[in-house]
């Protein structure tokens, strides 16, 4: 099964900043759209922000709206998440996945939803202090 590997989670303080990146072992990656999520104790898994296959479209939930930035090096088969401004309730483990979307119609729908994704990393923590 393929699995997809992050890093570049830790400790940061609030108000600093993060870049976590997220490796695919070949490229079949580079056909799939690809999501971040996070997940929080209590509050189950969400969507971070998402970015299509070529990477001409992307989409963020409203908290990572204008402090993240989602984006992909498809020749080097990685996404990478730059999250700038982060606040305590950032605080979470956040993981990448990766979904063949096979039609127009599918985005953003389709990374949206953490149970369409087809392979997942195991995930890393990114702790926020105040």
């Known amino acids: 099964q393929v699995q997809l590997v992050e890093s570049g989670g830790g400790l940061v303080q609030a108000g600093d900043s993060l870049r976590l990146s997220c490796a695919a072992p070949d490229s079949t990656f580079t056909s799939e759209a690809v999501a971040w999520f996070r997940r929080v104790p209590g509050r189950g898994r969400e969507f971070v922000a998402g970015?299509?296959?070529?990477?001409?479209?992307?989409r963020y939930s409203d908290f990572a709206e204008g402090r993240f930035t989602i984006s992909r090096d498809n020749d080097k088969n990685t996404a990478a998440l730059q999250m700038n401004n982060l606040k305590p309730e950032d605080t979470a483990v956040y993981s990448c996945a990766a979904v063949l979307l096979t039609a127009e119609s599918d985005w953003p729908s389709g990374v949206e939803n953490y149970y369409n994704m087809h392979y997942w990393g195991k995930g890393t923590l990114v702790n926020v202090s105040s």
């Open positions: 970015i299509s296959s070529n990477g001409a479209k992307t």
